[in-house]
């Protein structure tokens, strides 16, 4: 009676199994971490994880994963954190210490994707992606000259070390943003700021608004804010110097949000040494 029973049983759940298999392959059948994509090349994977990126990363890798103001461009051939679906699966999963791509489930949202879902987001990321890897059209060596010599840019940014503190450091720019970014950083330094920063961006957005304090004496100090509460601000103004003030002894402070980045036009940087200071900054942090 029960093996008669259990036989049943194992028909029944046989039917099933082949059931699902007609109905709902390959969202139904159990996916596990492993090496390779088991949804590649399938284009319903790659729509499903297209929605999935809209939701959960397009915020900072930008529409169609081309890149955008907090992501890299994952177009790219080229991953700084490895090729395969494994690697993929493993930043997606893990996020990337230190750096602002989060941990799988530690977005806004706080919902964790599933493995499944993990896997349909590289289907889309692979089916965006470029075949092979363009080199950055500029010259990198030249690009890194200019950035220390005639274009000034280390006055204001660090790279591996060296420069000055006003900018943000550039040393993983190149691998953290996209091209469009970084190009539009230079040719149009406000228009990021004057962007509508929503709460979820604040964080990562505050820091370099530019602000001018005139203090209890009258002296004038031009900058970027630090830090700011409701009672004090800190700030560095042009000339490196670090300052804490409390708000209610200055006679005014004015944030703007006009960068205190130069607009470089064409005149003052031609597009050519543009694309080689571009060139430099990809060229660093290990993105190839
Ligand atoms: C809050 C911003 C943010 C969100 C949200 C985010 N990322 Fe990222 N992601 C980054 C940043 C920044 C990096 C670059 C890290 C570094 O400096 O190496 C990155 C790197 C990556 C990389 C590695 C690229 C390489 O060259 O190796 C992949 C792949 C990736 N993200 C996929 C995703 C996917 C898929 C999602 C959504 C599930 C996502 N990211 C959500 C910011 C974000
Ligand atoms: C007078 C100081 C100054 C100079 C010179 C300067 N920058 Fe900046 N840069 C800033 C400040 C301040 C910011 C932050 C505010 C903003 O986004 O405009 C910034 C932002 C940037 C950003 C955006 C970084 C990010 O992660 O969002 C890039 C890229 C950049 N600068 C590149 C350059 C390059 C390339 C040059 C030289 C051609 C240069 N800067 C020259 C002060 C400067």
Same mark, same amino acid.
């Given at each position: 009676?029960?093996?008669?029973?259990?036989?049943?049983? !194992?028909r029944?759940?046989?039917?099933?199994?082949?059931?699902?298999?007609?109905?709902?392959?390959?969202?139904?059948?159990?996916?596990?971490?492993?090496?390779?994509?088991?949804?590649?090349?399938?284009?319903?994977?790659?729509?499903?994880?297209?929605?999935?990126?809209?939701?959960?990363?397009?915020?900072?890798?930008g529409?169609?994963?081309?890149?955008?103001?907090? @992501?890299?461009?994952? #177009?790219? &051939?080229?991953?700084?954190?490895?090729?395969?679906?494994?690697? %993929?699966?493993?930043t997606?999963?893990?996020?990337?210490? @230190? #750096?602002?791509?989060? !941990?799988?489930?530690a977005?806004?949202?706080?919902?964790?994707? #599933?493995?499944?879902?993990?896997?349909?987001?590289?289907?889309?990321?692979r089916?965006?992606? *470029?075949?092979?890897?363009?080199?950055?059209?500029? $010259?990198?060596?030249?690009?890194?000259?200019?950035?220390?010599?005639?274009? &000034?840019?280390?006055?204001?940014?660090?790279?591996?070390?060296? @420069? /000055?503190? =006003?900018?943000?450091?550039?040393?993983?720019?190149?691998?953290?943003?996209?091209?469009?970014?970084?190009v539009?950083? *230079?040719?149009?330094?406000?228009?990021?700021?004057?962007?509508?920063?929503?709460?979820?961006?604040?964080?990562?957005?505050?820091?370099?608004?530019?602000?001018? *304090?005139?203090?209890?004496?009258?002296?004038?100090?031009? @900058?970027?804010? =630090? $830090?700011?509460? $409701?009672?004090?601000? !800190?700030?560095?103004?042009?000339?490196?110097?670090?300052?804490?003030?409390?708000?209610?002894? %200055?006679?005014?402070?004015?944030?703007?949000?006009?960068?205190?980045?130069?607009?470089?036009?064409?005149?003052?940087?031609?597009?050519?040494?543009?694309?080689?200071?571009?060139?430099?900054? %990809?060229?660093? /942090?290990?993105?190839?």
């Amino acid at each position: 009676m029960g093996i008669a029973f259990s036989r049943r049983l !194992q028909r029944r759940t046989g039917l099933l199994a082949v059931l699902a298999v007609v109905h709902f392959t390959p969202t139904a059948s159990p996916v596990r971490a492993q090496d390779k994509n088991p949804l590649a090349n399938d284009s319903n994977a790659a729509k499903l994880g297209e929605f999935e990126f809209r939701a959960n990363c397009a915020f900072c890798h930008g529409l169609g994963a081309r890149g955008g103001g907090r @992501g890299p461009d994952l #177009t790219r &051939a080229q991953k700084k954190h490895g090729n395969s679906d494994a690697d %993929l699966f493993r930043t997606i999963n893990e996020g990337v210490p @230190g #750096t602002a791509m989060p !941990q799988n489930g530690a977005t806004q949202q706080g919902v964790g994707m #599933t493995e499944e879902e993990i896997w349909q987001v590289i289907s889309y990321i692979r089916s965006v992606q *470029v075949k092979t890897s363009v080199p950055p059209a500029g $010259n990198a060596a030249h690009g890194k000259e200019l950035f220390a010599g005639p274009a &000034a840019c280390a006055t204001c940014h660090m790279i591996e070390g060296k @420069g /000055g503190r =006003l900018g943000p450091g550039l040393t993983t720019t190149g691998s953290a943003r996209s091209v469009e970014y970084i190009v539009d950083s *230079v040719r149009n330094p406000s228009r990021r700021l004057a962007q509508g920063i929503t709460e979820a961006m604040k964080e990562f957005s505050q820091e370099y608004e530019t602000v001018t *304090v005139v203090d209890d004496r009258g002296q004038k100090f031009p @900058g970027v804010v =630090l $830090n700011e509460d $409701n009672f004090t601000l !800190q700030m560095l103004d042009t000339h490196e110097q670090l300052h804490f003030f409390e708000k209610d002894k %200055l006679r005014s402070f004015d944030k703007s949000r006009e960068s205190l980045m130069p607009k470089y036009d064409e005149k003052m940087l031609p597009e050519k040494d543009l694309q080689d200071i571009v060139a430099y900054l %990809l060229s660093l /942090g290990g993105s190839k």
